[in-house]
């Protein structure tokens, strides 16, 4: 289940910055093409509306913003400042570790339950957006969703850390789908040719 979860969490995120990064691509080319004084192409793309798109691609952005932020707890990407607590003995650390995710999942929960009641509101209004006329309620709801969200990996990482003791770090060198490259020699030769990866073999 948690799996599909974060399979869910990376794709949602994905499509929503692929799909912003595009429209706000076409809307540029568009506002662009239309001003050349080219005959009957500018006829065409003038009759083309994307007055919309920005407006879009700000609620897209803040979506994804929202579940990025529930994503950054689960790989551990939010920066932390721990230089004093790494200095503290492991007992005393673990409590503010603890301590400081417990805080984390409260206020997320506190922030998700302010905006659930929010959009619950909102949705019994004809409030919608300027240029789409989405229905408001839609657009604030990112708010008790990622809320949530975050407050529920804030939880999972607290125990993670109490099963295991570690928490989720980043490797900011690091690209998924890239093996780590082999260790070579000062001569560029492989410090561990496929031959002798048996270090033992043969004695």
């Not at 770090?169 to 040719?193: C, M, R, T, W, Y």
Request: glycine fraction near 8%; aromatic fraction near 14%; hydrophobic fraction near 50%.
């Amino acid at each position: 289940m948690l799996k599909v979860l974060d399979h869910l969490e990376e794709w949602l995120i994905s499509v929503l910055m692929a799909g912003a990064t595009i429209l706000i691509f076409v809307a540029v080319i568009h506002r662009y093409a239309a001003g050349m004084p080219i005959p009957v192409v500018q006829d065409w793309l003038l009759k083309i509306n994307l007055s919309w798109a920005q407006e879009l691609c700000i609620y897209m952005f803040v979506w994804m913003a929202k579940f990025g932020a529930a994503y950054g707890v689960r790989t551990g990407i939010h920066v932390g400042v721990d230089v004093v607590i790494n200095q503290l003995s492991e007992k005393v650390r673990k409590k503010f570790i603890f301590f400081g995710l417990f805080a984390g999942a409260l206020f997320t929960g506190i922030v998700g339950s302010f905006g659930a009641s929010f959009v619950w509101q909102l949705a019994h209004t004809d409030s919608t957006s300027p240029d789409m006329e989405l229905p408001m309620w839609i657009v604030y709801l990112a708010i008790p969703c990622g809320s949530y969200l975050m407050s529920f990996r804030f939880l999972q990482v607290a125990w993670n850390f109490w099963k295991t003791g570690e928490l989720p770090k980043h490797d900011q060198a690091h690209v998924e789908g890239i093996d780590e490259p082999a260790p070579i020699n000062v001569d560029g030769s492989n410090l561990f040719p496929e031959a002798g990866h048996n270090k033992g073999a043969g004695r």
